[in-house]
């Protein structure tokens, strides 16, 4: 079974998404309500295709983000410790990084093996990269703006627990 | 009665319970009645009248009459409920039920009978008592959002600083049920003008419920927005923005457009002071589709957003695009509920001075003499002004004076001197007659 370009191509029409198509990739954008790309756009560039023959469709939105390379190293980790707080709360999309050019982008496989790509799946695929920018659009700019890494949970819950005891302690010494 | 047979009963029982919500859920609402009805019938009769799944049934049937807006019958099945848990002794499991009653009688508008029901809870648990620490919290914090709700917020501050209180004095603290107690003591603190402490607490609070991890919830949303207003008010624009941000994506995800759509509009004054016009139109072209979702077009709640528009589009004198905001606003005012003749007024106004500027001069005239025909002496001085600024365009310069004139004449009539239109007049005044 597996897929290839045509049927991605036909399953977008399909489903009345826009789209280029440009040698062996299908290039889409979505618009997003926080996520802005290096122009300030509320769009999230994505590049669809098939890879391993058919057997796995990728889809990508590449250059969600850019940390040139040659930062201070405090900033390099508090976004790399981002980036592994994001995945390590995502089920299916990641974050990735090439350290060499500083490209941040998110990546969704779907393996189909010799199974037929359906329209759910792959519209699944697709929306779910917007919603993933969407939602880390704020950690990611504070630690690529700040260098303020994302906390976790557990680390939130700490701050504000030592916060509301020392208010308490306040309170009764009043 | 034999362990098979219980298990069998029991089985029944769910199998009921399960088709009742099946119907509830297809909308078979009658339907889902009688197999809720016949669920209660049947634990009565095969498990007890004092059992765990008669209790069970009198709570899905209040939630299905609370659906059904029908109070007697919510009440009733909830204090059946009540009885059956005083019948146990559990403290807990009482007072659990004593919130839900009080709960039904906040959302009938008895808020007498729910006061009294919560003070009943409250009285009920022991501060000491560590099992009834949590129940105690939780009765509080809804106590306190209900004092909120009332706009009693005076009154609501003691009581959530109690829930805090005990949140501190727990072996570990419970920071769940501390932040949403944080939060509800911000919106008290908000409303009584300490927005200093609101902003202590929330600053730590919001973090924790605003977690990805969290479910979002109206309070969440709220006092995002309410912080990220806050930091706009004291010109902390950049962490006004990272709030609403926040804001932007939990409305985003509540599907509720009413909020969505105002801190839309709130993010896109504050895009503003950012200077980034280009985003703060985005977001208002977003928060009017999102209101248009709930409102009709002449609600003011429209209305409004489409002047914050405006607001932007006519001092970049992006007047043709202004124009079709405007003719859709005045358009709106023609709806037979729509009765603010001053809105219309202005809206009429409005356009008439940017169709002036698009020299679309008797589309111009049109529009301000309509609004002329409802204006009083004070608000007709606008539109008599854009009438002198469409002669004063159309180079006819003695009608022009002749209603600069009689618009300046109301103006210091009613406005204090160096008001800026008076001032623009009486500079115009001086140029037509130099």
Same mark, same amino acid.
Request: glycine share 4%; proline share 3%; charged share 30%.
């Given at each position: 079974?597996?897929?290839?370009?045509?049927?991605?191509?036909?399953?977008?029409?399909?489903?009345?998404?826009?789209?280029?198509?440009?040698?062996?990739?299908?290039?889409?954008?979505?618009?997003?309500?926080?996520?802005?790309?290096?122009?300030?756009?509320?769009?999230?560039?994505?590049?669809?295709?098939?890879?391993?023959?058919?057997?796995?469709?990728?889809?990508?939105?590449?250059?969600?983000?850019?940390?040139?390379?040659?930062?201070?190293?405090?900033?390099?980790?508090?976004?790399?410790?981002?980036?592994?707080?994001?995945?390590?709360?995502?089920?299916?999309?990641?974050?990735?990084?090439?350290?060499?050019?500083?490209?941040?982008?998110?990546?969704?496989?779907?393996?189909?093996?010799?199974?037929?790509?359906?329209?759910?799946?792959?519209?699944?695929?697709?929306?779910?990269?917007?919603?993933?920018?969407?939602?880390?659009?704020?950690?990611?700019?504070?630690?690529?703006?700040?260098?303020?890494?994302?906390?976790?949970?557990?680390?939130?819950?700490?701050?504000?627990?030592?916060?509301?005891?020392?208010?308490?302690?306040?309170?009764?010494?009043? | 009665?034999?362990?098979?047979?219980?298990?069998?009963?029991?089985?029944?029982?769910?199998?009921?319970?399960?088709?009742?919500?099946?119907?509830?859920?297809?909308?078979?609402?009658?339907?889902?009645?009688?197999?809720?009805?016949?669920?209660?019938?049947?634990?009565?009769?095969?498990?007890?009248?004092?059992?765990?799944?008669?209790?069970?049934?009198?709570?899905? *049937? %209040?939630?299905?009459?609370? #659906? =059904?807006?029908? +109070?007697? !019958?919510?009440? $009733?099945? @909830? &204090?059946?409920? /009540?009885?059956?848990?005083?019948?146990?002794?559990?403290?807990?499991?009482?007072?659990?039920?004593?919130?839900?009653?009080?709960?039904?009688?906040?959302?009938?508008?008895?808020?007498?009978?729910?006061?009294?029901?919560?003070?009943?809870?409250?009285?009920?648990?022991?501060?000491?008592?560590?099992?009834?620490?949590?129940?105690?919290?939780?009765?509080?914090?809804?106590?306190?959002?209900?004092?909120?709700?009332?706009?009693?917020?005076?009154?609501?501050?003691?009581?959530?600083?109690?829930?805090?209180?005990?949140?501190?004095?727990?072996?570990?603290?419970?920071?769940?049920?501390?932040?949403?107690?944080?939060?509800? *003591? %911000?919106?008290?603190?908000? #409303? =009584?003008?300490? +927005?200093? !402490?609101?902003? $202590?607490? @929330? &600053?730590?609070? /919001?973090?924790?419920?605003?977690?990805?991890?969290?479910?979002?919830?109206?309070?969440?949303?709220?006092?995002?927005?309410?912080?990220?207003?806050?930091?706009?008010?004291?010109?902390?624009?950049?962490?006004?923005?990272?709030?609403?941000?926040?804001?932007?994506?939990?409305?985003?995800?509540?599907?509720?457009?009413?909020?969505?759509?105002?801190?839309?509009?709130?993010?896109?004054?504050?895009?503003?002071?950012?200077?980034?016009?280009?985003?703060?139109?985005?977001?208002?072209?977003?928060?009017?589709?999102?209101?248009?979702?709930?409102?009709?077009?002449?609600?003011?709640?429209?209305?409004?957003?489409?002047?914050? *528009?405006?607001?932007?589009?006519?001092?970049?004198?992006?007047?043709? !695009?202004?124009?079709?905001? @405007?003719?859709?606003?005045?358009?709106?005012?023609?709806?037979?509920?729509?009765?603010?003749?001053?809105?219309?007024?202005?809206?009429?106004?409005?356009?008439?001075?940017?169709?002036?500027?698009?020299?679309?001069?008797?589309?111009?005239?049109?529009?301000?003499?309509?609004?002329?025909?409802?204006?009083?002496?004070?608000?007709?001085?606008?539109?008599?002004?854009?009438?002198?600024?469409?002669?004063?365009?159309?180079?006819?310069?003695?009608?022009?004076?002749?209603?600069?004139?009689?618009?300046?004449?109301?103006?210091?009539?009613?406005?204090?001197?160096?008001?800026?239109?008076?001032?623009?007049?009486?500079?115009?005044?001086?140029?037509?007659?130099?």
């Amino acid at each position: 079974m597996s897929t290839t370009l045509d049927e991605i191509c036909s399953l977008l029409d399909s489903a009345k998404i826009r789209y280029g198509r440009r040698e062996d990739r299908i290039r889409t954008g979505f618009e997003t309500d926080l996520y802005e790309d290096h122009e300030g756009d509320n769009c999230l560039h994505m590049a669809i295709w098939p890879e391993d023959d058919g057997e796995t469709l990728r889809v990508q939105a590449y250059g969600t983000y850019l940390l040139p390379p040659a930062q201070f190293p405090e900033k390099l980790a508090a976004v790399q410790r981002t980036l592994n707080q994001i995945n390590w709360e995502t089920k299916t999309a990641h974050f990735e990084m090439d350290i060499q050019d500083g490209e941040i982008r998110i990546s969704v496989d779907i393996p189909l093996e010799d199974a037929k790509l359906t329209e759910r799946q792959l519209m699944r695929a697709v929306k779910m990269l917007p919603d993933l920018a969407d939602r880390c659009h704020s950690a990611m700019r504070q630690a690529l703006d700040d260098g303020i890494p994302l906390a976790t949970h557990e680390e939130l819950c700490l701050r504000f627990d030592t916060f509301m005891i020392e208010r308490d302690k306040g309170l009764g010494e009043r | 009665m034999s362990k098979s047979s219980k298990e069998h009963h029991l089985a029944e029982f769910k199998d009921r319970l399960a088709c009742a919500q099946k119907h509830r859920d297809t909308n078979e609402m009658e339907l889902a009645r009688a197999e809720y009805v016949q669920a209660l019938t049947f634990a009565e009769k095969h498990l007890g009248p004092y059992s765990p799944e008669v209790d069970q049934a009198c709570y899905r *049937l %209040a939630n299905f009459y609370a #659906a =059904l807006r029908e +109070p007697r !019958e919510e009440l $009733a099945v @909830l &204090e059946r409920r /009540l009885r059956i848990r005083q019948g146990n002794g559990d403290v807990t499991e009482i007072v659990d039920a004593l919130q839900d009653i009080a709960l039904c009688h906040a959302s009938y508008d008895r808020p007498t009978e729910a006061e009294e029901v919560y003070q009943e809870a409250i009285a009920l648990c022991e501060e000491t008592d560590e099992k009834h620490q949590p129940v105690l919290r939780a009765t509080l914090l809804y106590f306190g959002d209900f004092l909120n709700e009332q706009d009693r917020h005076a009154n609501a501050v003691p009581v959530l600083e109690r829930g805090l209180r005990l949140c501190a004095r727990s072996k570990s603290y419970p920071s769940i049920s501390g932040s949403r107690l944080a939060a509800n *003591l %911000a919106v008290a603190l908000f #409303a =009584l003008k300490r +927005p200093a !402490e609101a902003v $202590a607490l @929330l &600053e730590q609070a /919001l973090p924790v419920l605003a977690h990805r991890s969290q479910p979002t919830t109206t309070i969440t949303r709220r006092m995002l927005y309410a912080l990220a207003t806050e930091y706009r008010k004291q010109k902390r624009y950049a962490d006004a923005e990272r709030w609403y941000g926040e804001a932007i994506y939990h409305a985003s995800l509540s599907n509720s457009s009413r909020d969505n759509a105002f801190i839309l509009d709130a993010a896109a004054d504050n895009d503003l002071k950012l200077g980034r016009a280009e985003r703060a139109e985005r977001r208002l072209q977003k928060a009017i589709k999102q209101i248009l979702r709930i409102r009709d077009a002449h609600h003011e709640d429209v209305l409004g957003i489409r002047q914050s *528009l405006l607001n932007l589009l006519i001092p970049a004198e992006r007047y043709a !695009e202004a124009e079709t905001v @405007l003719t859709e606003m005045v358009q709106a005012t023609d709806h037979p509920d729509f009765s603010d003749d001053r809105g219309r007024e202005r809206f009429l106004n409005n356009l008439g001075f940017v169709q002036v500027h698009l020299e679309e001069f008797p589309k111009a005239e049109a529009n301000i003499r309509r609004g002329l025909e409802t204006a009083d002496e004070e608000n007709s001085a606008y539109l008599i002004k854009n009438l002198g600024l469409m002669f004063q365009k159309k180079g006819y310069t003695a009608e022009a004076i002749c209603e600069y004139e009689k618009a300046l004449t109301i103006f210091e009539k009613h406005f204090e001197p160096d008001h800026k239109v008076a001032v623009f007049i009486r500079e115009a005044l001086k140029e037509l007659k130099g």
